[in-house]
């Protein structure tokens, strides 16, 4: 016995269906965000300009050089992804 399974979307969703699909998107857009932009300065100052600094005996240097970086790209992270709605 075949199974009716629904995959394609329904065309005529209603607007309380739809309404709670863009609050839920942007509920997990809101709870993304922090932890990539955490997560690009961190990978910035610890992974790379510590580890750096640390084999090329030049403390703050490449920690500030990469921690700044790691701020920029959290930053067009978040406004490449905000960007698209």
């Known amino acids: 016995m075949p199974s009716e399974s629904n995959d394609k979307p329904d065309p005529e969703v209603s607007p309380a269906v739809k309404q709670a699909r863009n609050f839920s998107q942007q509920n997990a857009m809101a709870m993304e965000l922090p932890f990539i ?5 961190v990978v910035g100052t610890d992974a790379i300009g510590y580890f750096l600094d640390a084999w090329l005996h030049t403390k703050p240097a490449m920690i500030i050089v990469f921690a700044s970086s790691g701020f920029i790209a959290g930053l067009r992270d978040i406004l490449r992804r905000t960007a698209k709605g």
Do not use: H, L, S, Y
């Open 37 to 41: 932009f955490v997560g690009c300065i």
